[in-house]
């Protein structure tokens, strides 16, 4: 078993993440919580679901004569069961980007291998996979004892379980004072909530690593990221005086900022890569 497992994944822009996976106590705290919210669902389905077929099991007898209508009231229910299981986690993981209640509150999610926030078809392969996972505890087991603490429907799915909120280093590079300025502008005139932890990581990691890099492929790959950071935050255009450096610096500062308040919201409008 791994405890804070880490794993690496270099972007095309040849930009190393890291990321700490949830472990499996994380994992099934996250479960626990999420099939305490189900049970209770599914409780206060079955009680409206039992008015409703006791008022319904006279009226629906006399127009079908010889069905077995309470047979089909049980299989509707459980049909409803089904989808209340797998569709809850579907619903959360694709709207809250790859969280549910549990995993928020355990301060864990669920990602692509690549990092990006998973697709709906990914989040509902997880979830068809997990009644698999869990008979015999084979998720468990194979949570605890494979590299990058994959269950049967990660394989499947080709995601992974992270750590939602890893801490992060202070800053160990220089910060303009125009990024100073400019900051506080981006939080009130852009849609900054739109970016995501994992497009800040590549941000922070390039912001880091510049003053080792050759000045052309430096040049290149600010350009890049300031371009596609603009994109994301639907910034029309970058003010005259304002370099590619001093714009990543100015997200860097404004992200920091907005999470040192703990009020940063979550996005699903684009991604770095």
């Known amino acids: 078993m791994h405890f804070f497992n880490r794993i690496t994944h270099e972007t095309p822009e040849s930009v190393e993440l890291e990321f700490t996976l949830a472990g499996i ?4 705290w996250a479960l626990l919580i999420d099939y305490h919210i189900l049970g ?5 389905f079955l009680i409206v679901w039992s008015i409703i077929s006791y008022q319904l099991v006279d009226l629906l007898s006399n127009l079908f004569r010889g069905a077995d209508i309470g047979l089909w009231l049980v299989a509707i229910a459980l049909l409803v069961m089904f989808f209340l299981y797998t569709g809850y986690f579907v619903l959360f993981e694709t709207l809250w980007q790859g969280q549910t209640p549990g995993k928020r509150f355990a301060k ?3 990602v692509r291998d690549d990092g990006r926030p998973i697709s709906i078809g990914q989040a509902t392969l997880r979830s068809l996979l997990r009644a698999f996972d869990d008979s015999l505890f084979i998720g468990a087991f194979m949570i605890m004892f494979t590299r990058k603490e994959k269950r049967l429907g990660d394989l499947a799915a080709g995601t992974i379980v992270i750590q939602a909120e890893s801490p992060q280093a202070a800053a160990n590079f ?3 004072e125009s990024a100073n300025n400019l900051a506080p502008q981006l939080l009130y005139e852009t849609d900054f909530f739109q970016l995501l ?3 800040f990581a590549v941000i922070r990691e390039y912001l880091q690593r510049r003053k080792t890099m050759a000045p052309k492929a430096r040049e290149q790959l600010s350009f890049q990221l300031a371009g596609q950071a603009k994109n994301i935050i639907g910034w029309e255009k970058l003010p005259q005086a304002v370099t590619p450096d001093i714009f990543l610096e100015a997200i860097y500062l404004a992200y920091q900022e907005e999470r040192d308040k703990g009020t940063r919201g979550q996005g699903d ?3 770095l890569y």
């Open 25 to 28: 106590g994380s994992r099934a």
């Open 40 to 44: 209770l669902l599914a409780v206060v």
């Open 108 to 110: 864990i999610r669920v």
């Open 174 to 176: 220089p910060i303009s």
């Open 197 to 199: 932890p994992d497009d």
């Open 269 to 271: 409008k684009g991604s």
